[in-house]
């Protein structure tokens, strides 16, 4: 939601820069003048809407979902089980990707090395966005199965997860990185449920159906719940790891939303949550954006409307996201800062400092 607010203004920014340049003056320092951090914004959008054209567009979600609907169940368990492998692998590479990218962007721009990262984030979005338009795909098939056996059997994956972790040696370091791959699990479930649910609404489902779906996501939802609940509970018995290590990840995770310890390294407030939860945000983006041009065009099947009307609404969406986001990031960033400020640990290091200042 932000990111559309910084491609504008990088690209004002970029327009003045080549007019000053054009008239050949010097350019003048300031807030005004074009950075390089700006051409990273720039790059970004570009990767955006190049994955969401040339990649995710030509594929047919109707042709798809029936090919995923006529499929066996053993070659559906492989190939739900395929994808959540490569997205966790992905997960964990694209944030690598991108912090070098920034880097050579803004320390390297002339380099050959800018291309290479610029290939490798392109590649590694399309990959991403890909498995994960699959796994909108499987889960669209599961919601509108009349059998419901491919819901059971992507319940079934999750206590299956159960088994492939908790007779494993951790430490506090790992069960940090399970429980932070945790939270971004929940979040693109919720947001699969949510495009899903919209995409059957613009195809003309009524009330009875709603209703049928929303108890299925919440089947879906305490399913997630519990496996994750009974995963971590063997982790930390087996281990011999106290339960009091989750509100130090807490104390973590708001250390990084408020940015107490990331001054002046991180491009925005949120860049450090981001990247330590590994939180994949170009593919959601794409992903997203494909299955609502996808509702969008079965919503206005019968009648077209006009353009402006499509400017107006679209802009509506994303000012009420930016609303939304916004709301969340004041509410998020008062409650890290009241948490960080009960911690002993923050109260002793405010005492030490204010006895060096006086």
Avoid at 109 to 115: A, C, G, K, M, V
Avoid at 129 to 146: C, E
Avoid at 256 to 277: F, P, Q, Y
Avoid at 296 to 315: C, D, H, N
């Amino acid at each position: 939601t932000i990111l559309p607010i910084r491609f504008v203004w990088s690209c004002l920014l970029l327009a003045r820069f080549m007019a000053i340049r054009m008239v050949k003056k010097p350019v003048p320092d300031g807030p005004f003048r074009f950075h390089r951090r700006h051409s990273y914004q720039l790059i970004q959008v570009s990767i955006i809407y190049l994955i969401y054209k040339y990649v995710l567009m030509p594929i047919s979600i109707g042709k798809f979902y029936h090919w995923i609907r006529g499929q066996a169940m053993i070659k559906l368990y492989v190939l739900i089980a395929m994808v959540e492998v490569f997205d966790r692998l992905m997960c964990s590479l694209g944030q690598d990707c991108l912090d070098s990218l920034y880097w050579n962007t803004t320390r390297r721009p002339r380099s050959s090395r800018l291309i290479v990262s610029v290939i490798v984030v392109l590649s590694y979005t399309a990959v991403h966005s890909f498995l994960l338009f699959v796994h909108v795909a499987t889960l669209n098939v599961a919601m509108n199965s009349d059998d419901q056996a491919l819901i059971s059997l992507l319940i079934g994956g999750n206590f299956a997860e159960i088994k492939s972790t908790v007779f494993k040696k951790y430490n506090k370091a790992h069960l940090f990185k399970i429980a932070a791959s945790d939270i971004c699990e929940r979040f693109k479930l919720a947001l699969f449920l949510a495009l899903v649910l919209m995409l059957n609404i613009s195809q003309g489902m009524d009330d009875k159906m709603i209703m049928n779906y929303i108890h299925m996501c919440g089947i879906v939802w305490c399913a997630e719940w519990l496996a994750d609940w009974i995963k971590h509970s063997f982790i930390t018995k087996f281990n011999y790891i106290s339960s009091h290590i989750y509100p130090e990840y807490g104390l973590l995770l708001a250390g990084d939303v408020t940015g107490i310890g990331h001054e002046g390294v991180n491009l925005d407030h949120s860049h450090a949550v981001v990247k330590r939860i590994g939180f994949a945000q170009l593919p959601l983006v794409c992903v997203m954006a494909r299955y609502m041009k996808e509702a969008f065009k079965y919503a206005t099947y019968e009648s077209q409307p006009s353009i402006w009307m499509v400017a107006l609404g679209a802009f509506g969406v994303w000012f009420l996201l930016l609303l939304c986001k916004l709301s969340l990031g004041s509410f998020l960033q008062r409650i890290s800062l009241a948490k960080l400020k009960a911690a002993p640990e923050f109260s002793s290091q405010n005492a030490k400092l204010e006895k060096k200042n006086h």
